[in-house]
C-alpha cells in the first residue's frame, strides 16, 4: 500500500468512528441501500421453468451454490456410469465362468456391452455440451459478483471521504478560519469528493436492478440443456438396456409383477444355509 494509500486508510477509519459517536453525520442514501438489499439478501420473485423452480433466496450465495451443486451432479453422473461398468465387467466374469452359453451369460455380456456403450457416449455426446451450456455460464456469473462487490466497496470508502469533506466545510462555515485559504480549499475537496461519489453511487442505483432482472433471461438456457441432457440419457439407458431383457426368460417380468423373484431367491439362500461351509448342519 502507498503512502498516499494509507493515510487515505487511516482518515476512513477515523471518519467511521466519528460517524458512530455522532460526531460526523453519515450519508444515507435510502434508494441505493434498497437496491443493495435486493442484490444481497432479497428473496426475489420465483422463477419456473419446465416444471423446475428456482427460488435465489440470496443471489451471490445461491449462484455460488448451484455452480457447486452443478458440479457435483455432473461428477456423480460420471461416477455412476463408471460403476455400471465395472458392475457390469464383473457380473460377465462371474456368469462367464459357470457357463458360457447359460442365459445368464449372455445377459451379462449384453448388459456390459450396454452400459459401456453408455459410458463412452456420456463422455462423448453430453460431457462438452454440459460444459458449454451449464457449467460455464455459471462460472462466468459467479465471476461477475467480486467485481459488483468491489464496486460497492468503492462506492463505500468514497461515502467516507464525502462525509470527512462536508464536515470539514460546515466546521469552516460554522467558525470561519484566520487562513482565507482554507474555506475554498475545503469547498473545493467537497465538491470533487461528492461528484466521485455520486458517480459511483448513481451507477450502482442504476445497474443493480439490471443485474437482477437479467438472471432470468441469463439462466434460462442453461437450465433448459440441462434437462434435456437428462432426458436423452435417460431415454438412451432405457433403450440400450430394454434389449438386455431379451436374453431373460418370457416369464421373468411376470414373476418379478408378482413377487416371485423374491420368493426364488430366498429359496437359493435356504439352500446356501444349509452348506456346511455356510454354517448348515
Not at 27 to 50: G, I, W
Not at 100 to 120: N, W
Not at 169 to 191: F, M, N, V
Request: charged share 30%; aromatic share 10%.
Amino acid at each position: 500500500m502507498s503512502w498516499s494509500g494509507f493515510k487515505k486508510t487511516v482518515n476512513r477509519a477515523g471518519t467511521t468512528l466519528l460517524q458512530k459517536t455522532g460526531q460526523i453525520e453519515r450519508t444515507v442514501d435510502r434508494e441505493f441501500t434498497e437496491e443493495e438489499a435486493k442484490y444481497r439478501t432479497q428473496v426475489l420473485p420465483d422463477f419456473v421453468h419446465s416444471g423446475v423452480l428456482i427460488c435465489f433466496c440470496r443471489f451471490e450465495k445461491e449462484c455460488q451454490a448451484l455452480q457447486k451443486d452443478s458440479k457435483a451432479y455432473w461428477d456423480a453422473m460420471r461416477a455412476m456410469t463408471a460403476a455400471q461398468s465395472r458392475i457390469a465387467e464383473t457380473l460377465e466374469v462371474f456368469y462367464g465362468a459357470a457357463d458360457r452359453t447359460s442365459e445368464g451369460a449372455m445377459a451379462g455380456h449384453a448388459y456390459k456391452r450396454s452400459v459401456d456403450d453408455l459410458d463412452a457416449g456420456f463422455g462423448r455426446e453430453l460431457d462438452v455440451p454440459y460444459r458449454t451450456a451449464i457449467s460455464e455460464p455459471l462460472g462466468k456469473m459467479c465471476a461477475y459478483f467480486p467485481v459488483v462487490n468491489e464496486h460497492i466497496s468503492k462506492r463505500n470508502k468514497k461515502m467516507l471521504d464525502y462525509d470527512s469533506a462536508r464536515s470539514k466545510l460546515r466546521k469552516l462555515i460554522d467558525k470561519p478560519s484566520e487562513d482565507p485559504t482554507k474555506l475554498p480549499r475545503a469547498q473545493q475537496e467537497h465538491d470533487e469528493s461528492k461528484e466521485v461519489f455520486d458517480i459511483l453511487n448513481d451507477q450502482l442505483i442504476a445497474e443493480l436492478p439490471q443485474l437482477l432482472d437479467l438472471r432470468v433471461p441469463y439462466f434460462d438456457p442453461s437450465f433448459e440443456a440441462m434437462i434435456r441432457m437428462q432426458s436423452k440419457f435417460a431415454e438412451e439407458g432405457y433403450e440400450k438396456l430394454s434389449g438386455v431383457q431379451r436374453y431373460f426368460a418370457d416369464n421373468v417380468r411376470d414373476d418379478y409383477a408378482a413377487g416371485q423373484l423374491d420368493a426364488q431367491v430366498e429359496g437359493v439362500l435356504q439352500e446356501m444355509k444349509e452348506l456346511s461351509i455356510c454354517g448348515g448342519n
